[in-house]
């Protein structure tokens, strides 16, 4: 592990070690949200309102951070969730990051728009492994993935429904990230200022969407592979005749739209808006959990995905009654920072803070944490600088 790594400490830190190591435009495409980010600022700050109480004098000389979630056994309640186009971050690409979660024996999830392919990951990675799949207007190519993803050894599917259309990510777009977008002068010269970084990518030549083309996808044919806008619960359905394995829905914010996902044959629901990619105006996923929970989890699995930033965030979530959380921004930091070893250092600092402040609530067991530490009163928000904060 380089020195750099080791001297971050924090999920902060490798924000900040991140934004050095990528040209501009890349590095605001992975931590950008929609429209003005509302949505995104208050994923965090929904976790700054949730506080625990903690138990005193209890032996907390061994802790176990273990559970088991989407029907395998993990090392902690903590699963790396799908994100696309990471040939971009750095060039390990997904290949790196599954290695990872190997490592730290969690689970690992493969974006449909990643680089690189379902064969690949299934040869990185022992851990389980989840695939995340977009269904398109040719429902066709959904379900050759989804065959390809269980020859290959994944164990979990993760359908997203959050986006019909893609969210307006306007100072992305502004520096010409995503394509067919421009870029301006500026971007092409911190482009230029990354010489190793444009040294890989150029030897390297990721391709997004991979798994779906052997060549670089045109915009139009992105278009016609992305989500289709006539998806409906009974493409669940139809999904769970084919796939026998867990099954989870990610971008499920409503109650209706749980006990309608549980109701066609999903097991598990992930909590999600997207990072605040998507939909500015929706709330945390933090602060619909209590409801989600009591309308379904006695059926189904819980997980929250967005504004995990603590070891602690996650037990925050647990102790409102989710099963797991799932990050996506945090590993990606760690990916830019430095490759597998920088996801590694991302886990890492995420599975110390877990158990420092298990030791510190008085409990052994990520099944002991529940209600019962909850504080009912809600403190402030943090008033960090939402890019510091949220990233």
């Given at each position: 592990?380089s020195?750099?790594?080791?001297?971050?400490?924090?999920?902060?830190d490798?924000?900040?070690?991140?934004?050095?190591?990528?040209p501009?435009?890349?590095?605001e495409?992975?931590?950008?949200?929609a429209?003005d980010?509302?949505?995104?600022?208050?994923?965090c700050?929904?976790?700054?309102?949730?506080?625990l109480?903690?138990n005193t004098m209890?032996?907390?000389?061994r802790v176990?951070?273990?559970?088991?979630?989407?029907g395998?056994d993990?090392a902690?309640p903590l699963?790396?969730?799908?994100?696309g186009?990471?040939?971009?971050?750095?060039h390990?690409?997904e290949?790196?990051?599954?290695?990872?979660?190997d490592?730290?024996?969690?689970?690992?999830?493969?974006?449909?728009?990643?680089?690189s392919?379902?064969?690949?990951i299934?040869v990185?990675?022992a851990?389980p492994?989840m695939?995340?799949l977009?269904?398109?207007?040719?429902?066709?190519?959904?379900y050759?993935?989804?065959?390809?993803?269980k020859?290959a050894?994944?164990?979990?599917l993760?359908v997203?429904?959050?986006?019909?259309v893609?969210?307006?990510?306007?100072?992305?777009?502004?520096?010409?990230?995503p394509?067919?977008?421009?870029?301006?002068?500026?971007?092409?010269?911190?482009?230029?200022?990354?010489?190793?970084w444009l040294?890989?990518?150029?030897k390297?030549?990721?391709?997004?969407?991979?798994?779906l083309?052997?060549?670089p996808?045109?915009?139009?044919?992105?278009?016609?592979?992305?989500?289709?806008?006539?998806?409906s619960?009974d493409?669940?359905t139809?999904l769970?005749?084919?796939?026998?394995?867990?099954l989870?829905i990610?971008?499920?914010?409503?109650?209706?739209d749980?006990?309608l996902?549980?109701?066609?044959?999903?097991?598990?629901?992930?909590?999600?808006?997207?990072?605040?990619?998507?939909?500015?105006?929706?709330p945390?996923?933090?602060d619909?959990?209590p409801?989600?929970?009591?309308?379904?989890?006695?059926?189904?699995?819980?997980?929250?995905?967005?504004?995990?930033?603590?070891?602690?965030?996650?037990?925050?979530?647990?102790?409102?009654?989710a099963?797991?959380?799932?990050?996506?921004?945090?590993?990606?930091?760690?990916?830019?920072?430095?490759?597998?070893?920088?996801?590694?250092?991302?886990?890492?600092?995420?599975?110390?803070e877990?158990?420092r402040?298990?030791?510190?609530?008085?409990?052994?067991?990520?099944?002991?944490?529940?209600?019962?530490?909850l504080?009912?009163?809600?403190?402030s928000?943090d008033?960090?600088?939402p890019?510091?904060r949220?990233?």
């Amino acid at each position: 592990m380089s020195r750099a790594l080791e001297r971050c400490v924090s999920i902060e830190d490798l924000h900040r070690l991140a934004k050095r190591r990528l040209p501009a435009p890349m590095f605001e495409y992975l931590r950008g949200g929609a429209e003005d980010e509302r949505a995104l600022r208050n994923n965090c700050e929904a976790f700054s309102r949730v506080q625990l109480i903690p138990n005193t004098m209890r032996d907390v000389s061994r802790v176990d951070t273990s559970t088991h979630v989407l029907g395998s056994d993990i090392a902690m309640p903590l699963l790396l969730g799908p994100v696309g186009y990471a040939g971009m971050f750095h060039h390990e690409r997904e290949i790196g990051a599954a290695a990872a979660a190997d490592k730290h024996k969690t689970f690992y999830s493969l974006a449909t728009w990643g680089s690189s392919t379902p064969e690949e990951i299934g040869v990185a990675s022992a851990a389980p492994k989840m695939m995340q799949l977009y269904i398109p207007a040719d429902r066709e190519r959904a379900y050759a993935l989804v065959d390809r993803a269980k020859a290959a050894g994944f164990t979990a599917l993760c359908v997203t429904v959050d986006t019909p259309v893609q969210g307006s990510r306007e100072q992305a777009w502004r520096m010409g990230m995503p394509p067919p977008a421009r870029m301006p002068l500026s971007s092409y010269l911190s482009i230029l200022g990354h010489p190793q970084w444009l040294f890989n990518f150029i030897k390297n030549r990721p391709i997004a969407g991979v798994s779906l083309f052997d060549h670089p996808p045109s915009p139009q044919e992105m278009m016609e592979a992305g989500p289709a806008k006539d998806l409906s619960f009974d493409d669940i359905t139809r999904l769970r005749e084919r796939w026998d394995g867990p099954l989870a829905i990610k971008g499920v914010l409503s109650t209706q739209d749980a006990r309608l996902a549980v109701e066609h044959g999903a097991t598990a629901i992930i909590l999600s808006n997207h990072g605040g990619r998507q939909f500015d105006a929706a709330p945390a996923p933090i602060d619909l959990l209590p409801a989600v929970v009591d309308a379904v989890g006695e059926r189904a699995e819980i997980i929250v995905d967005g504004g995990i930033r603590r070891g602690v965030d996650v037990l925050k979530a647990i102790a409102l009654g989710a099963t797991a959380c799932m990050i996506g921004r945090p590993y990606v930091y760690g990916l830019a920072a430095g490759g597998q070893a920088g996801v590694e250092r991302a886990l890492q600092i995420l599975k110390d803070e877990l158990e420092r402040n298990m030791v510190l609530m008085g409990v052994t067991r990520i099944a002991d944490v529940d209600g019962r530490f909850l504080y009912p009163m809600r403190g402030s928000v943090d008033q960090r600088n939402p890019d510091e904060r949220c990233g």
